[in-house]
């Protein structure tokens, strides 16, 4: 083991910031004692919890293993000692009072990374002891290990620059993941991690202690203050845990006569369980054999709590698949196609992963999540962070607002910096809006409306279609729908009032792309055909996908031909929409704009229409029948805006997003050119298609193999996810990899590498399957 | 002013929980005090600043209020007079390092309500000091006050109990506000407010003290700690600042030689100043003069910093009309009805209350929203703060999740508790996808779809419509407004490609309810006529709003008629969509319903369409061309679910929404009915409707007074906004008050109460200008 970790000390630290999390077991309870402050008693806390499992009756754990990944103070000061030490003695006290079958415990304690400073290096100590009589010998083990120990009584992130042992968040997680990872033997087993200081003290590198484990996310106990000022710093603790997105077990504290506890029982009822121990006998001589003996109780009931607080985790995890089947109703899905065993639970989030619950394996995997969640994923670790703290701060400061007539801090915010110019995307919602902006705007210069009181409607002589590319995509309501052309979405089956308003041109795609003249004279061509052979119809808008049309089935436009297409419009005054900004892509400018979906940073839904000054001067008047009657009562709700500022301040700013390339202060490119070369070169493959934080992979198919009810890719897509901790989603014949624009290249080219033996493997499996 | 106070408590006391709270003026800077933990320093930093403050050069403040509303230990501890003791002798220090002109300075200290173990009684102090010379004399006043004072050296909520002077939370803001307002003279006042222990200690009630101060939410000063351990309790007390809304203006600590500052400088950086305070002697017997001198720079800087974040905050409230004017485009808005100066500037929300800036007066006033939001204000202001810790959780915990084949426990939780009743509302997104449900299942019902992969519109034999009531709303998106009949918002000028596919009946209001068979025969006359005379066209939905008609004009439908309706259609086979479900009042259920707004507190979208198992099975089938192809990227999402479920059951539950009728199992009457009674008597009301959170009032208007464009309220609503803190909307000639299903009947009172004497003074105005 400690060969193992040598090497993986030295392997993390050299791949600097890949956040590739393990999987964290749920077959042994694992929890992770963090402190409101220091000196509140963890390392008691620790030991006492430890003595209780070991003593617990049948059936117990046969393995209780403790890890301080962080010592200071060292050798003087070792938690992983004090609870070597004691527990044993704790046990034989605890095992007297109970009874039970006569045990043997074997005991180690071992500290692997001491810093330079360190003096006297510490051995590795090992223990056994037996317990009762003699009949029906219970073997139990209890494994102690400190990680990195530091001599200075100081935080570790004084300590590691001290002595000169820094060590990277990466190579702690790395550790404590194979350390929750370890199987024992055959019984049961526990884990107990202890923090170091308070929940938000530095570790080494400076990180906190609740950012530093959140990969793992395993359940707190959190360890209160009894003193005077104690609920304040408990319940502030207790609040900073939630804000990392952790779940607190229990909580636990000394009583110091000041009825904290009774306070925090109250305050926390229906949350968190409370347990209250005796005080702690403050003479330094006290070998707190007596305090043990009085808290046994509290140790034994703080044991009873978490391991009820497991169960529970764990049967709740595993009923999810069957209760998501009987009660929900997702979108895109046929849910006969959806095996209950392929549903997937998902735990919680770390930045660009999933933690994915394997029902079989009782497992919380990391999974890579390669769909970006219908791209609206767009945050590393730290800005998820920075993102909860802003939504609670926004839910606490706002709540809800109303739009109209008001203003407030984060709507105003967003709106200046979206008006600086911003990354990405579409809204349904914000769609409907755009085409009735254009549409307005294309009646006041055509001077088609002239009383506002008057409907033309009813003469039946005015109708007014869309100009959009073949393949597009805008959302799902009717409105965004009519302004595509025909597909699978747009049936009768699925929308019955669907009658496509639009005429819809082939756009060329880059592997076709040709001259420009011939892109003129064909956007030409059609829009004067269609103008002289339908009277009473006005092609009163351009709406567009910027160069990638995604659920029509990721394919590159020209972005030539989208340009000339702008150009032509905006010289027959008709308004033109961009559904999903890429301005600089193609280099013109829209009427309209509609953006939703990353801009939040996917924590929550706002959809943003953004339009020039002459779009709104034509809804202006003295009267209210002209103003813009569409609104949503969310329009503008303060925790979508907060998100936004927080979301596009973060990705375009170089000190937040290592993606930004400083020198033309756009996305660098994420996908590995050789790896997007070599896939488009293997045999199956049609065209791969890698631009910013896609990479989409197109399989040759033909007949029902191709297409959007397509299930061709789906023994694929299943290999990704059960062995490769991919979660990809097929479109049809197509496969794609999405990231968010602060993923780091490292992690694209890993999950880029896994995709290539998969394909490979794949054709063939699939040749032999059916060709 | 003793007098004043003392009768408020009483006033206040007898009141209970009527969270009236009062303007903030930021014509004076007035910040919080608040503590990482007990025993860091609070009342040194106090008195620093406020010595700091006094002794800066002109233009400072001539006066300096300083307030300790809770004070334990005393009279042995007295941090006002604390206070009043150093600043004097603090300031002369100053003075003769920095000169300037001489200087007189009156100070006053004084306790308003000690206990009644409190001896001996304070007095109160006064004195006049002068500094420097003679020419030029400077008038300053330094005015300290403790407002609650027990014996006992504990927290405030044991001394309240322990020494028989209990105090509620609407005592001490009702004083703290009145402290707020009051004015001292001409020049410019600061005001320094000291809490007790640290930010989540609990006050007299046991409130704690970052939720008791939040209604003004005073901008804070956060005495971070510099002991072992203080970088953590620095972070977790400022992350609970945020959690309660709180802007913290900066954090000053003491070196203890840790480097705490240096950590948290780097990591508060962009974010709130840091200032650091030189070692505080421990020697008791120290009178901390030397110390006061050497901290005198920190304080300055400290007392700058604070200035500076005050009048930023100032000057960005004031710029926001204007900027508002020129970035936003606010919905059902038309911008030149709307004078800059009418704009509403939201700078937070407390439960009920927007708190709005008032430009003119340089004032924050708390309005009653009486839109509720566009019934989407659900959170009392408890309810307000658990939605915050909870969006701060689920950020973390998950980020964005993506839905289809996916599970996750706030969606599975959501659905499980919204499958087992739950009270209210709409969405247009909800509505599209509930149409698309119906017709499915009408379309299977009737054998209309044989074969999935033909497209039968093409043939143009059958055409969906949907039965619905004239004056109903379902939305803003092309789908939902098709489904509802002519209307304002349904013009060419707003919407062009509505047709308004359904057929609409005129539904009879309550005051015009007659027998059932008529009903009956008029439903059963429409369809039949309607199918005889249309023969590819089917009626292949029913959609209604429950009851009340919301957006139409606050209309009550005769819940007779609409339960007939549903009967009828039943018997026919066509599928019945309630948007907003209110099942219980109608005694009949839908096959599909729709809900949003409310359901998450209001705090985030979130839109759910449930639906019976017949109509998901219309769904089933090995293809996926047959599911439901419309969905959205935020299907589902974690932060809406989570809000949702903690929303859903705060609202049923007895414990926490004090107007559920416990006998009933439903919302008591909110609306006192002799004060409706009353303001439906008077001469220019047509009609008063009262249920549940809505009371709305039609006044008799005709030609172009009446309808949606009418400005005719528009007068009232002035004044209820600027003179009776409510923040209405007019609909029309309709006027409303909603309130959130937790709010108070006393509050609904107070705000009704306002109601009737506007309305008088209205109708006269009224009749003297137009009629």
Known sequence: MLRLLRHARRHSTSSSSSAAAAAVPLTSPAFAVFGANTGVGKTLVSAGLVASLLASPSPSPSTVAYLKPLQTGFPDDSDARFVFDRAPALLRRLRLAGGGASTRLVASNHTLFPSPAVDPLPERQDTVVNYGGEEGVEEKALVCRTVYAWREPVSPHLAAEREGMPVEDEEVRWLVDRWLAEE??????????????????????????????????????????????????????YETLLLRGYDVGSVILEDRGLSNDRFLLSYLRKRVPVHVLPPIPEDPKDDLTDWFSES????????????????????????????????LWWPFTQHDLVPVDSVTVIDSRFGENFSAYKVKDKTIVPQFDACASWWTQGPDSNLQIELARDMGYAAARYGHVMFP???????????????????????????????KMAFRKYACDHGIIVDSEKDIRSEGSVHFKVLALNGSYHGDTLGAMEAQAPSAYTSFLQQPWYSGRGLFLDPPTVDTSSAANVYVSYISHQLSQYAMSNNSEHIAALIIEPVIQGAG?????????????VKECKNRKIPVIFDESASELLGCFPDISCYAKLMTGGIVPLAATLATEPIFEAFRSDSKLTALLHGHSYTAHPMGCTAAVKAIQWYKDPSTNSNIDLDRMKLKELWDSALVNHLSSLPNVKRVVSLGTLCAIELKAEGSDAGYASLYASSLIRQLREEDNIYARPLGNVIYLMCGPCTTQDICTRQ??????RYVSFFYTYCVCYG
């Open 553 to 565: 089935g990721m394919h590159l436009i020209d972005p030539l031909f989208q340009r000339l297409l």
């Open 405 to 435: 007539e008001n203003v407030h801090e984060p709507a105003l915010r967003c709106a200046e910096l979206l008006l600086g110019g911003v990354g990405k995307d579409n809204g349904s919602t914000a769609i409907e809006i755009a085409l």
């Open 184 to 237: 024992d033997g055959g019984g049961e087993v526990w884990k107990v991690l202890e923090t170091a200081g308070g929940v938000a003290s530095p570790g080494p590198s400076g990180t906190l202690q609740c950012d530093l484990y959140r990969s793992s996310r395993l359940p707190a106990v959190l360890v209160g203050d009894g003193r005077l000022g104690g609920i304040s710093s408990t319940l502030s603790a």
């Open 296 to 327: 046994s109780s509290a140790f034994s009931s703080l044991k009873d709590s978490l391991q009820s607080f497991h169960s529970r985790r764990v049967q709740r995890l595993n009923s999810m698949q069957r209760k998501s089947k009987y009660l």
């Open 752 to 757: 880029l590498a896994k995709l290539r033996p």
